[in-house]
T-cell receptor
């Protein structure tokens, strides 16, 4: 069953701790994205990667880091430098060109800082 | 960069009525406008999209219209049903295919359909 798998679904963190959110896809998509979603706001782009071993900052990259060692995997680390990390995080991917721009999303990970 | 504004932020309708959600965008180079539906706690899913060479597109009870001159596009849902209750996001996508995934999203509209 093809798709994007995010884990964990729920995560609690103490202040000062780094946490890593997993995103795995078996769609053979090259480009992958991380978005942050806050109540009453749209999705904001954190980081994206168009190919393996390459990634670019999005609009709100401060306090986050990523890696793209494999095509299938694009983990996001929320570092202690992120001042307000409590949010819903969505991973997405997009098919190879030519594509319409439609994003395929995972189920999301909800991070709560205690 | 692109800026997308979406209105209203909340919308409540009676079952069977129509619902209209409007978005404006700022970058005239944007050429792809998707609409995503997100049910509570779930992933956003594409429900309909339109390209800038088309003025209107329909899919059963859902339609999207685009006014490229005025830089606005709208989602129309007819004969609403309780299962239409969700958050709806509009987005605008840049012309460059290398940036195809860098959609700019509106803030979302929470639609409630009352039985």
């Amino acid at each position: 069953d093809g798709g994007i798998t995010q884990s964990p679904k729920y995560l609690f963190r103490k202040e000062g701790q780094n946490v890593t959110l997993s995103c795995e896809q078996n769609l053979n998509h090259d480009a992958m994205y991380w978005y942050r979603q806050d109540p009453g706001q749209g999705l904001r782009l954190i980081y994206y990667s168009q190919i393996v071993n390459d990634f670019q900052k999005g609009d709100i990259a401060e306090g986050y880091s990523v890696s793209r060692e494999k095509k299938e995997s694009f983990p996001l680390t929320v570092t202690s430098a992120q001042k307000n990390p409590t949010a819903f995080y969505l991973c997405a991917s997009i098919p190879p060109s030519p594509n319409t721009g439609e994003l395929f999303f995972g189920e999301g990970s909800r991070l709560t800082v205690l | 960069g692109e800026n997308v504004e979406q209105h209203p932020s909340t919308l409540s309708v009676q079952e069977g009525d129509s619902a209209v959600i409007k978005c404006t965008y700022s970058d005239s180079a944007s050429n792809y406008f998707p609409w995503y539906k997100q049910e509570l706690g779930k992933r956003p899913q594409l429900i309909i999209d339109i390209r800038s060479n088309v003025g209107e597109k329909k899919d059963q009870r859902i339609a999207v219209t685009l006014n490229k001159t005025a830089k606005h596009f709208s989602l129309h849902i007819t004969e609403t049903q309780p299962e239409d209750s969700a958050v709806y996001f509009c987005a605008a996508n840049p012309r460059m295919v290398t940036n195809a995934g860098k959609s700019t999203f509106g803030d979302g509209t929470t639609l409630t359909v009352k039985p």
